[in-house]
């Protein structure tokens, strides 16, 4: 047995076999979550509706947060997930294209090892730490976010750019900048470690025009005409002005506002979250790559969103393809350094700092109301509007008017929605008991609606005909 793994370990066919039984995984835990009623209108609700509007022709403006959905993150990959919503609206393809992204990232990742002079089994430990990085299997039950679709990208493109494939790394950059604005700062940031340290100058300068040349298309252009009242994010780091330009400023011109906070605890032991499952390939002498991670650092460091600074989320993806690029270049560097470290280095990192436990704990807490859940889902025949929770909201967002209850802004009038699925016991994310029960009392005492159905407290108010 050992000589016949030893033989597959050296096979052509390992790399193959990681990725199809990793998107397998990846899969699987994304569509159980979604099941077990754990996603929620956002993102997974938020970005599902939007693409559902593109594909039917209709204008992406989400209904629970009321404003284009260019006007969010200018995302224009959304337009091109919005055709294979053509063939068949579900949202189960967002799965798909998520799991997809993380598996087949492993492919460049292991070329660009082999690209580095390591042999294939030190390539294929490392394809292997990259599927264990913990963020990887965390952000993958994260609901969806396009700038996943990022991930396989920039791996490529770094490839690309050492083996001086212009074409394809200039496809590559123009895919990665339509999955979210920001991420053109870390192209930008690619294009200066290219020319600098890669001695890329003309790949360099490609991404370098492109990321500046985009940011400033994206935010004072695309957001701003599609969002009238103003992006989200710069509320995240109010105390360095209200508005991009603001903040700029005074990030020059006032550190003393900026400088305490980068000494935090919390912002300490970000680094040592981000930088621990590296430790393998960690050193200092081969941080070059590091450089086209220094806007999402700032980003995540000087925000006051806590959710910024965590394995959990989305806000850290844009470093790890460079964290990798590290890693890589320290076991080029040291011939000593063996697989087996890498792999146990890593597994024991994925087995700390992955989520896995929380099927066993938090995505079971709403498993005694799944059959009265999906019984309620099938009696919502149609597409006209419905107020519901947070978490049902992915389940029925293939409508124009979708909303949920939250706490910060109450409905003032229920007889714009046709159905109305309340959860008294779990009021979902964003809301309260309290708010809940108010709407379970208005809904009762409106004579436009009837009580269709009812299991324990969860009940389907639906308007009269």
Wanted: contains cysteine.
């Amino acid at each position: 047995m050992h000589a016949i793994l030893a033989k597959f370990w050296k096979s052509n066919h390992l790399l193959r076999s990681l990725v199809v039984a990793s998107f397998a995984i990846f899969l699987i835990c994304s569509v159980i979550r979604h099941l077990l009623l754990q996603s929620n209108a956002l993102d997974l609700g938020y970005f599902d509706q939007a693409i559902y509007l593109i594909s039917q022709g209709i204008t992406p403006i989400i209904s629970f947060r009321p404003y284009h959905v260019l006007g969010d993150h200018a995302a224009w990959i959304l337009y091109a997930i919005a055709g294979i919503y053509k063939i068949f609206p579900s949202v189960y393809w967002l799965f798909v294209i998520q799991s997809a992204a993380f598996a087949t990232s492993a492919i460049p990742v292991w070329y660009l090892a082999k690209q580095a002079g390591l042999d294939r089994a030190k390539s294929n430990a490392i394809a292997i730490s990259f599927l264990l990085y913990p963020l990887v299997f965390n952000l993958n039950l994260f609901d969806f976010r396009p700038e996943v679709i990022s991930l396989p990208l920039f791996f490529t493109a770094i490839w690309a750019a050492r083996a001086n494939r212009m074409g394809w790394f200039t496809l590559c950059v123009v895919l990665i900048l339509g999955c979210r604005a920001s991420l053109a700062l870390s192209i930008a940031a690619m294009g200066i470690w290219l020319i600098g340290f890669e001695q890329r100058k003309r790949l360099g300068a490609i991404a370098l025009i492109l990321g500046v040349s985009w940011f400033i298309i994206a935010t004072q252009g695309i957001i701003p005409h599609f969002r009238p009242s103003g992006a989200d994010y710069v509320m995240r780091y109010s105390y360095l002005g209200n508005s991009l330009t603001e903040i700029v400023q005074n990030l020059i011109l006032k550190p003393w506002l900026w400088l305490g906070r980068l000494l935090s605890i919390d912002r300490l032991f970000y680094l040592l979250l981000v930088f621990i499952p590296m430790g393998w390939g960690f050193s200092i002498r081969h941080f070059a790559p590091l450089i086209a991670t220094v806007p999402v650092f700032a980003m995540n460091l000087l925000s006051e969103m806590s959710n910024q600074r965590d394995l959990v989320h989305q806000y850290s993806l844009p470093i790890l393809p460079f964290l990798m690029v590290m890693a890589i270049s320290t076991v080029a560097a040291n011939p000593n350094r063996r697989s087996r470290l890498i792999l146990v280095w890593s597994l024991i990192a994925f087995l700390a700092l992955a989520k896995f436990g929380y099927f066993g704990s938090r995505y079971l807490e709403r498993v005694p109301m799944l059959s009265g859940a999906y019984t309620a889902i099938e009696q919502i025949t149609t597409k006209e509007p419905v107020l519901t929770t947070s978490y049902f909201v992915p389940h029925l967002t293939h409508r124009v008017m979708i909303d949920y209850t939250k706490f910060t802004e109450p409905p003032k009038d229920l007889n714009k929605f046709r159905y109305i699925l309340l959860n008294l016991e779990q009021p979902g994310w964003a809301s309260r008991p309290e708010l809940a029960q108010q709407i379970f009392s208005e809904a009762q005492a409106n004579s436009a609606f009837q009580l269709q159905y009812q299991q324990d407290q969860l009940y389907l108010f639906v308007k009269k005909s």
